[in-house]
């Protein structure tokens, strides 16, 4: 195709027969002989493909990709749910230093007392900051928080003898919800949101029985609004003999002026990703710590930290009720030290400043953003909220095209067509590391789009102009998926 | 009194100010009225006081001294995590931060770099395991088997999983606890000289059996005989997971080669460093057939209105943001960063590298251990070995690696916890970061502990 010359080049497409780039030390023990020691048929008979190439040419290919992405670095991510704030530079130094970086997991625990200790305290804020008695570490991500919490509830109905096997959900939840509560080995049952947004209290009250194992719900909600009646909710949860559980993907708003705990929650996950600064990495590594009330302390995954009498921290495997082990290790440590020194960068007046500055510009937004485009609902929002493009269909403008078009300005688009309980939703989340400034131009531009889907329809569905690629045919990568590549055979 | 301020927080008192007013709200307290009273946070957090970034790194710089870094040390643990040589090249390529500070590609127009190496990475992993496919990533090595156990079961509409004894003892606690939520019944087939008894394997091969689980090379470093056990559950329709060592497969036969329709993989070996466990990532590749089941992301190529070659994430009608409770997996991210490191480090040591480090981890391991029974330690295992080995101190055992703790030599992880075989036995992983006078250096003080 004459358009190929444009393709930026796979890294296999680079490669030439006997380049080498690597450097390893030269082998200063005898050779072994690969028959003597390696059973018939299992030595490998074809080398993998891998890409043979200078070093300088790597560098410059993964420099390549780096330029055709855009990150919180590049510019302003409002990404609704995704809480794409900063990612400090000191963190980063941090998590990389060698008495973190090069430590083995299996070290035996006197020599690893730092991490021990790091991790100890960490536990501590974030039982602090959620207001729950105990804390694990160990979930990779928010989803698999919402698993081992969801594992943890089951453990604690099943000690009491009770057979509860339903997970309530709101229809604004996210789709890790449903999904965890089936992996747990729960069926879900959704429940509508009411004209406010919130939990419909009537549909709550008639899905609620002496199945009920869980409530899931995310406060503030993805629709960006607190749960006003959430001591009521609390209150008929626990009085049909179910547990609360808080996903914590939206706890930016809440950091220092409500806590999970003080809510009635009885579980709680946080993703560190989100809320603590850690980077989102592309789609991770992230962390989902999750928190317990007392009762469900026993459940909690192994292995747990302890502090010794003698004064040295240790993980301690003993616990009869313990739902097991729910990954390897102890959880994505570096991304804990990242965690830890945020904490200790803020402090207790500086986290209250986070949700102070995310809750402000998120409706600052809001409100500027309410002259061109229709608010999905109205009242103060917290750290989010969810625009509906529908006033611009009539002109054919979907939001899936605005999104487009605001590639063309150096921003990432919000989150769209979620939550699903809003038409041609728009998810708007600034958080509080970005300044008025930004919001301003922001809000110019999606002014400007808005004025270009009434008078110049075209520029906005056929966005985006000015990225590297413009819109791909996703129907024809998932009919006829092409998900690696494979070198052409020569003639 | 002057607001206090932060380094991630740009709103001036005035910003605030203006902004509030734009609103319509006189005060920020008035943006939280919509927290009931009786559940508002009065207060401050009790923690500690906000450090600035000297006083913070010294804090961290202090409990990172109150670790002993490898750096420092000689150490031949393994079990699951191995220290290699991290070329300088991976750290600075994850670095950039146009890819580590993105998120997920959704939106690919902007995404095509973190999308293209997700391809990249799909084929560097499916040219390793010798399979049709692989995902963007797990989380790591004991999920990515829980995974794939759940992947089997779903499949076949079989809740039987077989695992090897011989399979890292945490990636099967980790795949008991995936099982018991989804009500899917785990039966260990015993070991003999460490390797997997393929006749107990045999009679437990019933029809209700989704999956065997094998580790290749396995948990006590010995080569498992994947081909025959392929063989045999093949026989009965059972799908074969094999979780293995990706380094080994510089010069090991890949599992996809050897009949595996699952491979799956602790990734960390990778150019990731150790960090205490994690972040790693899990590798899972499978046989075509087994696609649409596959868990989490994938990128697939496909081009734009001009015909221009692009990335997109793909197939997820799979996945649970659309499928929500009736997906096959509750997995929302993959681990992109440590993925690309890990296609990083393929792509510069190439396949001339990879075998390099392959055999140099053989060579020294099989020194090592011949240095270490010399000096008085007996093996425990016969079978042919990649990079990892046991070995028994006896009964002093315990003292033994007290004493070369005291130096900083970490010989090795102690095996008590599986069974009165292993009392007094310890796994060693040698690998090509292993100088021979190290090697040297250990066997002699061994020599005076035995």
Request: charge should be negative; hydrophobic fraction near 40%.
């Given at each position: 195709?004459?358009?190929?010359?444009?393709?930026?080049?796979?890294?296999?497409?680079?490669?030439?027969?006997?380049?080498?780039?690597?450097?390893?030390?030269?082998?200063?023990?005898?050779?072994?002989?690969?028959?003597?020691?390696?059973?018939?048929?299992?030595?490998?008979?074809?080398?993998?493909?891998?890409?043979?190439?200078?070093?300088?040419?790597?560098?410059?290919?993964?420099?390549?990709?780096?330029?055709?992405?855009?990150?919180?670095?590049?510019?302003?991510?409002?990404?609704?749910?995704?809480?794409?704030?900063?990612?400090?530079?000191?963190?980063?130094?941090?998590?990389?230093?060698?008495?973190?970086?090069?430590?083995?997991?299996?070290?035996?625990?006197?020599?690893?007392?730092?991490?021990?200790?790091?991790?100890?305290?960490?536990?501590?804020?974030?039982?602090?900051?959620?207001?729950?008695?105990?804390?694990?570490?160990?979930?990779?991500?928010?989803?698999?928080?919402?698993?081992?919490?969801?594992?943890?509830?089951?453990?604690?109905?099943?000690?009491?003898?009770?057979?509860?096997?339903?997970?309530?959900?709101?229809?604004?939840?996210?789709?890790?919800?449903?999904?965890?509560?089936?992996?747990?080995?729960?069926?879900?049952?959704?429940?509508?949101?009411?004209?406010?947004?919130?939990?419909?209290?009537?549909?709550?009250?008639?899905?609620?029985?002496?199945?009920?194992?869980?409530?899931?719900?995310?406060?503030?909600?993805?629709?960006?609004?607190?749960?006003?009646?959430?001591?009521?909710?609390?209150?008929?949860?626990?009085?049909?003999?179910?547990?609360?559980?808080?996903?914590?993907?939206?706890?930016?708003?809440?950091?220092?002026?409500?806590?999970?705990?003080?809510?009635?929650?009885?579980?709680?996950?946080?993703?560190?990703?989100?809320?603590?600064?850690?980077?989102?990495?592309?789609?991770?590594?992230?962390?989902?710590?999750?928190?317990?009330?007392?009762?469900?302390?026993?459940?909690?995954?192994?292995?747990?930290?302890?502090?010794?009498?003698?004064?040295?921290?240790?993980?301690?495997?003993?616990?009869?009720?313990?739902?097991?082990?729910?990954?390897?290790?102890?959880?994505?440590?570096?991304?804990?030290?990242?965690?830890?020194?945020?904490?200790?960068?803020?402090?207790?007046?500086?986290?209250?400043?986070?949700?102070?500055?995310?809750?402000?510009?998120?409706?600052?937004?809001?409100?500027?953003?309410?002259?061109?485009?229709?608010?999905?609902?109205?009242?103060?929002?917290?750290?989010?909220?969810?625009?509906?493009?529908?006033?611009?269909?009539?002109?054919?403008?979907?939001?899936?095209?605005?999104?487009?078009?605001?590639?063309?300005?150096?921003?990432?688009?919000?989150?769209?067509?979620?939550?699903?309980?809003?038409?041609?939703?728009?998810?708007?989340?600034?958080?509080e590391t970005e300044s008025k400034e930004t919001l301003d131009a922001f809000v110019e531009v999606m002014l400007q789009i808005a004025k270009e889907a009434e008078e110049t329809p075209e520029i906005v569905k056929n966005a985006p102009h000015q990225t590297v690629i413009n819109r791909l045919d996703e129907t024809q990568a998932a009919r006829a998926?092409v998900l690696r590549y494979r070198k052409p055979t020569v003639l | 009194m002057d607001m206090q301020s932060f380094s991630y927080i740009p709103n001036t008192e005035q910003d605030r100010r203006e902004m509030l007013a734009t609103i319509g709200v006189d005060s920020l307290d008035a943006l939280f009225s919509d927290i009931p009273d009786a559940v508002?946070?009065?207060?401050?957090?009790?923690?500690?006081?906000?450090?600035?970034?000297?006083?913070?790194?010294?804090?961290?710089?202090?409990?990172?001294?109150?670790?002993?870094?490898?750096?420092?040390?000689?150490?031949?643990?393994?079990?699951?995590?191995?220290?290699?040589?991290?070329?300088?090249?991976?750290?600075?390529?994850?670095?950039?931060?146009?890819?580590?500070?993105?998120?997920?590609?959704?939106?690919?127009?902007?995404?095509?770099?973190?999308?293209?190496?997700?391809?990249?990475?799909?084929?560097?992993?499916?040219?390793?395991?010798?399979?049709?496919?692989?995902?963007?990533?797990?989380?790591?090595?004991?999920?990515?088997?829980?995974?794939?156990?759940?992947?089997?079961?779903?499949?076949?509409?079989?809740?039987?999983?077989?695992?090897?004894?011989?399979?890292?003892?945490?990636?099967?606690?980790?795949?008991?606890?995936?099982?018991?939520?989804?009500?899917?019944?785990?039966?260990?087939?015993?070991?003999?000289?460490?390797?997997?008894?393929?006749?107990?394997?045999?009679?437990?091969?019933?029809?209700?059996?989704?999956?065997?689980?094998?580790?290749?090379?396995?948990?006590?470093?010995?080569?498992?005989?994947?081909?025959?056990?392929?063989?045999?559950?093949?026989?009965?329709?059972?799908?074969?997971?094999?979780?293995?060592?990706?380094?080994?497969?510089?010069?090991?036969?890949?599992?996809?080669?050897?009949?595996?329709?699952?491979?799956?993989?602790?990734?960390?070996?990778?150019?990731?460093?150790?960090?205490?466990?994690?972040?790693?990532?899990?590798?899972?590749?499978?046989?075509?057939?087994?696609?649409?089941?596959?868990?989490?992301?994938?990128?697939?190529?496909?081009?734009?209105?001009?015909?221009?070659?692009?990335?997109?994430?793909?197939?997820?009608?799979?996945?649970?943001?659309?499928?929500?409770?009736?997906?096959?997996?509750?997995?929302?991210?993959?681990?992109?960063?440590?993925?690309?490191?890990?296609?990083?480090?393929?792509?510069?040591?190439?396949?001339?590298?990879?075998?390099?480090?392959?055999?140099?981890?053989?060579?020294?391991?099989?020194?090592?251990?011949?240095?270490?029974?010399?000096?008085?330690?007996?093996?425990?295992?016969?079978?042919?070995?990649?990079?990892?080995?046991?070995?028994?101190?006896?009964?002093?055992?315990?003292?033994?690696?007290?004493?070369?703790?005291?130096?900083?030599?970490?010989?090795?992880?102690?095996?008590?916890?599986?069974?009165?075989?292993?009392?007094?036995?310890?796994?060693?992983?040698?690998?090509?970061?292993?100088?021979?006078?190290?090697?040297?250096?250990?066997?002699?003080?061994?020599?005076?502990?035995?």
């Open positions: 195709m004459s358009r190929q010359a444009e393709n930026f080049p796979l890294i296999f497409e680079r490669s030439k027969p006997g380049r080498k780039a690597y450097s390893l030390p030269v082998l200063d023990v005898p050779d072994v002989e690969l028959s003597t020691v390696v059973p018939d048929g299992y030595q490998r008979k074809e080398m993998a493909a891998l890409p043979e190439i200078s070093e300088v040419d790597l560098v410059r290919h993964y420099t390549g990709l780096s330029t055709r992405n855009h990150g919180v670095d590049s510019g302003f991510y409002p990404l609704g749910s995704c809480t794409m704030k900063y990612n400090p530079k000191r963190n980063e130094l941090a998590a990389r230093l060698t008495g973190f970086s090069q430590i083995h997991p299996l070290q035996p625990t006197e020599t690893v007392q730092g991490a021990l200790t790091l991790l100890y305290r960490l536990q501590n804020h974030l039982s602090e900051i959620t207001g729950m008695d105990a804390v694990s570490l160990q979930p990779a991500a928010g989803a698999a928080g919402e698993w081992t919490g969801l594992m943890m509830i089951r453990a604690y109905h099943e000690a009491r003898g009770e057979k509860r096997t339903r997970v309530i959900v709101p229809d604004s939840a996210h789709g890790t919800n449903p999904a965890s509560a089936a992996v747990a080995g729960f069926t879900t049952i959704t429940i509508p949101s009411n004209e406010r947004g919130g939990v419909d209290l009537e549909a709550l009250r008639d899905a609620l029985g002496n199945d009920t194992a869980a409530l899931m719900l995310t406060n503030p909600s993805t629709l960006g609004l607190f749960e006003e009646d959430i001591v009521e909710i609390a209150d008929l949860v626990h009085r049909a003999g179910g547990l609360l559980y808080y996903d914590g993907a939206n706890a930016n708003a809440i950091l220092g002026q409500t806590r999970p705990g003080d809510m009635g929650f009885d579980v709680v996950h946080l993703n560190l990703h989100k809320t603590f600064t850690t980077p989102h990495g592309g789609g991770g590594p992230g962390a989902g710590p999750v928190g317990v009330k007392r009762d469900l302390i026993p459940y909690l995954p192994v292995p747990r930290i302890v502090l010794r009498e003698d004064n040295l921290y240790d993980l301690s495997f003993d616990a009869k009720a313990s739902i097991g082990k729910v990954k390897g290790f102890y959880g994505n440590f570096g991304i804990l030290v990242r965690a830890y020194a945020y904490i200790l960068t803020m402090g207790p007046v500086g986290l209250k400043r986070v949700s102070e500055d995310a809750v402000l510009n998120a409706n600052y937004l809001m409100k500027r953003l309410s002259e061109a485009y229709d608010v999905a609902f109205e009242r103060i929002c917290k750290h989010e909220f969810v625009l509906s493009g529908r006033t611009l269909k009539k002109n054919g403008v979907k939001t899936l095209d605005v999104a487009k078009r605001i590639l063309d300005f150096g921003y990432h688009p919000p989150t769209i067509y979620f939550p699903l309980n809003v038409e041609e939703a728009m998810m708007i989340e600034p958080t998926p | 508002r946070f009065k207060g401050l957090l009790n923690l500690p006081d906000a450090m600035s970034e000297y006083e913070m790194m010294n804090e961290l710089k202090r409990l990172a001294r109150q670790n002993v870094s490898l750096e420092d040390a000689i150490s031949f643990l393994g079990a699951g995590a191995y220290q290699h040589v991290i070329p300088s090249v991976v750290d600075a390529m994850i670095s950039r931060s146009e890819f580590y500070t993105a998120y997920t590609p959704y939106q690919p127009e902007i995404s095509q770099g973190i999308l293209q190496a997700i391809f990249e990475y799909q084929t560097l992993m499916a040219e390793l395991t010798g399979l049709d496919v692989s995902n963007a990533s797990l989380y790591d090595g004991a999920t990515a088997i829980g995974e794939a156990a759940m992947m089997a079961c779903s499949h076949t509409r079989r809740n039987r999983v077989l695992v090897s004894a011989t399979v890292n003892p945490d990636y099967r606690a980790v795949l008991d606890t995936y099982a018991r939520g989804q009500h899917v019944e785990t039966d260990t087939i015993a070991e003999i000289d460490g390797v997997t008894d393929h006749t107990e394997l045999v009679a437990k091969l019933q029809d209700d059996v989704a999956a065997v689980v094998l580790q290749y090379p396995n948990f006590f470093g010995t080569i498992e005989d994947v081909r025959a056990v392929c063989e045999l559950a093949h026989e009965k329709k059972v799908l074969v997971i094999v979780s293995t060592n990706p380094i080994a497969l510089g010069l090991l036969e890949s599992p996809g080669a050897l009949g595996a329709d699952i491979v799956v993989a602790e990734g960390q070996p990778l150019g990731n460093s150790l960090s205490f466990g994690g972040p790693y990532l899990g590798i899972i590749t499978v046989k075509e057939a087994l696609l649409r089941k596959l868990p989490g992301r994938i990128a697939g190529q496909t081009v734009d209105r001009e015909g221009r070659r692009g990335f997109v994430l793909t197939l997820q009608a799979r996945e649970q943001h659309i499928r929500r409770e009736k997906a096959s997996s509750n997995i929302c991210s993959n681990q992109a960063l440590n993925a690309l490191a890990a296609s990083v480090y393929l792509s510069y040591m190439g396949p001339d590298g990879l075998y390099d480090v392959a055999k140099q981890c053989l060579a020294k391991a099989h020194y090592a251990r011949d240095c270490f029974i010399k000096a008085g330690a007996k093996a425990v295992h016969q079978a042919a070995f990649f990079h990892e080995f046991v070995l028994d101190l006896g009964p002093r055992s315990e003292q033994i690696l007290d004493t070369l703790k005291k130096d900083n030599i970490f010989f090795g992880v102690p095996l008590r916890s599986l069974g009165s075989r292993y009392e007094n036995a310890v796994l060693l992983a040698v690998t090509e970061v292993h100088a021979k006078s190290a090697i040297d250096e250990v066997a002699n003080r061994l020599e005076g502990l035995l």
